[in-house]
């Protein structure tokens, strides 16, 4: 492309609220054929809500419920803030907290009024050597609705089943639609569980579905999805999607989210509407094909 045209393709991208940091990027994009997107606060609306927290034989909900979110006051994870806002809904009080650890990527664990407290994944009650296998046609039934199933822990047992649910973006489903209309495939990476991110995927149409992806294994499913010398785009918003982003042959970040992820990128959407990728795609086909 000349100079000319890459200047008019990327003042034409401002003016939908594409911001392009890297002005190679926009013939990048021209060739890309997958685009990877992260799920949570790229997909989704990034704020999850506690949709069930059913309490194991033998344990009161409403003090369980009370140990899991003062444990999840201290954590900074979207989905600590959704049980901690439960909770102060049902006007329970949360207490003191000693000897808290986030696991990225896992949960978090604390002591709470004398007692050991786990929240998280099914992996990370593994760790703790607790088996999850009974609760396991709940937790499926749960991932199946697109929720996120989690587990709380006292004192080393299993006290309670928990689903989060993050709403899709409006966006979405229509941004899905027009990456296909151009051609291209669509990957999900996410941290989440895979049944759930399966069923999310299976609603909107996405082609491959890269799930319980840990925080540092994000480069790694980038670099699958590149097999067969496939050019990839990567759009996220988090702290943990800014090396995927550089890594990414283009990188795209939601100007909605955090700092580093958006340093980390070659495009910034200004909004978080997801339309404007396959807006910025055709875009950048439009340019090269003009000049040629
Ligand atoms: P994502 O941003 O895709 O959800 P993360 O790596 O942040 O990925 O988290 C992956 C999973 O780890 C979550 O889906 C959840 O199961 C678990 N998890 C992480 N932090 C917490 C927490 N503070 N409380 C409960 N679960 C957590
Ligand atoms: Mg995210």
Known sequence: ATPTSIMVGTGRAAEMGVLFRQG?????????????????GTLTRG??????????????RSEILALVAAVE???????????????????LT????????????HGAEARVAGRDIAVGADRFMAT????????????????????????AAVDGRLAAVVAVADAIKPSTPEAIASLHALGLKVAMITGDNRRTAEAIARRLGIDEVMAEVLPEGKVAALKRLRAGGRRVAFVGDGINDAPALAEADVGIAIGTGTDIAIESADVVLMSGDLRNVPNAIALSQSVIRNIR
């Not at 900074?76 to 049902?90: D, F, K, Q």
């Not at 050597?129 to 587990?151: I, S, W």
Request: hydrophobic share 50%.
């Open 24 to 40: 190679d990027a926009l013939q990048s994009l021209r060739d890309v054929g997958v685009v990877a997107l992260d799920k949570t």
């Open 94 to 105: 949360l207490a003191a907290v000693e000897r808290f650890e986030g696991v990225p990527g």
């Open 47 to 60: 704020r999850p809500e506690l949709t069930d927290f059913v309490a194991a034989g033998g344990f009161d």
């Open 128 to 151: 703790l050597g607790l088996d999850v296998a009974p609760f396991a046609a709940v937790a499926q039934r749960l991932a199946d609705e697109g929720k996120t199933p989690l587990y």
């Open 73 to 91: 006051a201290r954590s900074e994870h979207p989905i600590a803030e959704a049980i901690v806002a439960a909770a102060r809904a049902e006007g």
